[in-house]
């Protein structure tokens, strides 16, 4: 199928068919797998040819999510596995050891924050963080112990734009190892690969399910570095059950469709708040006042399901705020199907300080929207309502 466009190839690939010719791939729900004599398994053990043993190693559903995701990113290879933090975690325990040392970007998840600056310290892995919009500081953090530069772009929540091209030259230039959150966009708006990144990191529980049901994660990439990662995972065990794997895999088939509708969507909140009483700023990647606009529409195709803005009176008028929706959810997840609606500062970012958190753009007011796929007159409408009741 390799004359066919990536979205086709995503949406035809499958597990092979059993004997019973099925249309759509079943859900292998099995803890291991049988061999047909003695040299078989003898030969599969010693790694002389490569067959699913156990569900903790490989899986058919799991496989074939992974090779989905490497045809929508152009990766040589990659590795599904139970969460967004274990695509995370692997990768950095998979690739690095003690006395290596990161450059990471500033603005990241707040779990991931969590696993910088506390779980790979007990190991020796040092890390230095820099600013999104200070480019020269990366340059500058880098040590002879650096080994890897890890960033988001789109920036969670602070929607700050990296440019993956500058980023992708930096690594070359030092011989280290780029790797990309590419969540927030997804492989349909932005391919971190063809911009010199080495790794693409998922949290596929987010836009690539889009509908809140199940949790999953994946990383591709660079085939060499996906080999370590997932000798880490065969062993450590954050494997991906098999029937998210099938909801995943199923998931992406409509991905390209859902990510259009969520950029208009929230396109059309941003134009919608802009100017509304009571919100002091609007961000959104596509919008002419982003100050990275530029390098967000040279390297990705749309602006994404996120936004944020700033409601004016702090802390306890962004609670009002999210007291006062109706129709939006008030939970911590994003990218489903449901306008969903979150307070950072005392949710998913409480874990940094305030200095922290002023760091990378969360305000005490600051409000993220991950924005659905209801009519927008009634997400526009929800939420400009909301915003007039908790003045």
């Not at 963080?129 to 040590?143: G, R």
């Not at 990296?162 to 280290?176: F, K, P, Q, S, V």
């Not at 088939?253 to 941003?270: G, K, V």
């Not at 195709?301 to 004016?312: A, Q, R």
Request: proline letters at 4%; one cysteine or more; hydrophobic letters at 40%.
């Amino acid at each position: 199928m390799s004359d066919y466009e990536p979205q086709t190839r995503a949406v035809r690939t499958q597990a092979a068919a059993s004997r019973h010719a099925e249309h759509s791939v079943p859900i292998y729900l099995t803890s291991s797998f049988t061999f047909e004599d003695a040299e078989e398994m003898r030969a599969t053990f010693a790694d002389e040819i490569q067959r699913n043993v156990y569900s903790r190693f490989t899986n058919p559903n799991v496989a074939e999510l992974a090779e989905k995701l490497c045809l929508l990113e152009g990766a040589e290879a990659g590795h599904a596995v139970a969460s967004g933090m274990s695509a995370v975690f692997a990768t950095f325990a998979g690739l690095l050891s003690s006395g290596d040392h990161i450059v990471s970007c500033r603005s990241v998840f707040g779990s991931t924050h969590t696993v910088l600056t506390k779980i790979l310290r007990r190991f020796g892995i040092g890390h230095t963080y820099v600013d999104a919009d200070d480019p020269d500081s990366w340059e500058a953090a880098i040590t002879g112990a650096t080994r890897m530069i890890y960033l988001e772009t789109p920036t969670n929540p602070a929607l700050d734009i990296i440019d993956l091209e500058w980023a992708g030259e930096l690594a070359a230039r030092h011989d280290l190892i780029l790797v990309v959150d590419n969540c927030f966009a997804t492989p349909v708006l932005q391919r971190p690969l063809e911009y010199g990144a080495h790794l693409s990191v998922h949290s596929a529980t987010k836009f690539i399910d889009g509908q809140g049901r199940v949790v999953g994660g994946a990383v591709v990439g660079r085939k060499d570095l996906i080999d370590d990662i997932f000798a880490f995972c065969r062993s450590t065990g954050p494997a991906l059950s098999p029937f998210n794997a099938w909801v995943l895999s199923k998931s992406l088939e409509t991905l390209a469709l859902r990510m259009e509708r969520h950029s208009e969507n929230a396109m059309a909140l941003a134009q919608a708040l802009e100017g509304v009483a009571g919100v002091a700023a609007v961000r959104y990647p596509f919008l002419d006042t982003h100050p990275q606009v530029d390098v967000a529409r040279r390297q990705m195709s749309g602006g994404g399901g996120l936004l944020t803005f700033k409601v004016e009176g702090g802390v306890e008028q962004g609670r009002r705020f999210l007291d006062a929706v109706r129709m939006s959810s008030r939970t911590a997840n994003l990218g489903d199907t449901r306008t969903i609606v979150t307070h950072p500062a005392s949710t998913t970012h409480a874990k940094l300080s305030e200095e922290e958190r002023q760091a990378v753009g969360i305000t005490p007011g600051l409000i993220r929207i991950s924005v659905g796929l209801e009519d927008i007159a009634d997400i526009v409408r929800d939420v400009t309502r909301a915003l007039a009741a908790s003045r």
